[in-house]
């Protein structure tokens, strides 16, 4: 699997990066932080620090017992100056449990409208493989490579 970092310049206030800037949480209220340009001022989202323009990609998440996580892939180009849905038309191809505190323990592809996932278990690593070129990304559970969902 690829190694990513993330990037502190487009984190969004309320989240917090490692030392390492390998993993983020969600803090209850906002970082004083440097206006910039490149940050997601209102959707709870990082960039990881490189990007893709060709290729096929793999790389893993943990997500652990977490009670709430959403990951996925985003363009670039995605708007961070407004509030932005989690959906292919806006440029972001995600999945995740238990958002916006509605539809606890449910699973969901981030699509428009939401799709819900039925897992025969709860992954502790979710697996994201991006073909770039074949205009698609697929999520697994990383454990057993079982599918969870693919754009």
């Given at each position: 699997p690829g190694d990513l970092s993330l990037d502190p310049d487009t984190a969004n206030p309320y989240l917090v990066l490692s030392e390492d800037k390998r993993s983020v949480r969600l803090r209850s209220a906002p970082q004083e932080l440097p206006a910039n340009p490149k940050r997601f001022d209102y959707s709870f989202c990082v960039l990881a620090a490189e990007?893709?323009?060709?290729g096929r990609?793999?790389?893993e998440v943990e997500v652990g017992d977490g009670e709430s996580w959403v990951l996925g892939v985003a363009?670039?180009?995605?708007r961070?100056?407004?509030k932005t849905d989690f959906a292919p038309e806006?440029?972001?191809w995600a999945v995740g449990l238990n958002w916006k505190g509605k539809n606890w323990d449910q699973y969901q592809a981030f699509t428009s409208p939401e799709t819900p996932l039925s897992l025969c278990e709860r992954p502790r690593k979710i697996g994201v493989y991006l073909d770039y070129e074949g205009g698609w990304v697929a999520f697994y559970n990383a454990d057993n490579m079982a599918p969870i969902f693919t754009f």
């Open positions: 990007g893709f323009l060709t990609h793999y790389w363009r670039e180009s995605v961070r100056k407004e806006e440029g972001i």
